[in-house]
Nanobody, 123 residues
Framework: QVQLVESGGGLVQAGGSLRVSCAAS????????MGWFRQAPGKEREFVAR????????DYADSVKGRFTISRDNAKNTVYLQMNSLKPEDTAVYYC????????????????WGQGTQVTVSS
């Protein structure tokens, strides 16, 4: 089992920045590819970013590419999502997720999920 706890969400004005974090516990963190998804009210959960076990490979949804950066610190068992140039359409609950088996953008392929952290961007 892996436990994931997100933090760092909040309210920010459009154009601002926010960093959300996800602390993992329970298993060897570096065994897992990590991802961030988000879900806005009335919408399906969508892929945001993912990072490989070592942190050497990253991938982003087109909607956030160039504005968001995913990173990880395996010594601290933590994955981060730095969000810059935020837009009102980035408003959502952001979820951290882990996969030991797959390198994927599909939510169904991730085994473990955090409880989510709310990010609200005001216009």
């Amino acid at each position: 089992q892996v436990q994931l706890v997100e933090s760092g969400g909040g309210l920010v004005q459009a154009g601002g920045s926010l960093r959300v974090s996800c602390a993992a516990s329970g298993r060897t963190f570096s065994d897992y590819n990590m991802g961030w998804f988000r879900q806005a009210p009335g919408k399906e959960r969508e892929f945001v970013a993912r990072i490989s076990r070592s942190g050497s490979v990253t991938d982003y949804a087109d909607s956030v590419k160039g504005r968001f950066t995913i990173s990880r610190d395996n010594a601290k068992n933590t994955v981060y999502l730095q969000m810059n140039s935020l837009k009102p359409e980035d408003t959502a609950v952001y979820y951290c997720t882990a996969s030991s088996r797959s390198w994927t953008r599909k939510a169904a392929d991730y085994e473990y999920w955090g409880q989510g952290t709310q990010v609200t961007v005001s216009s």
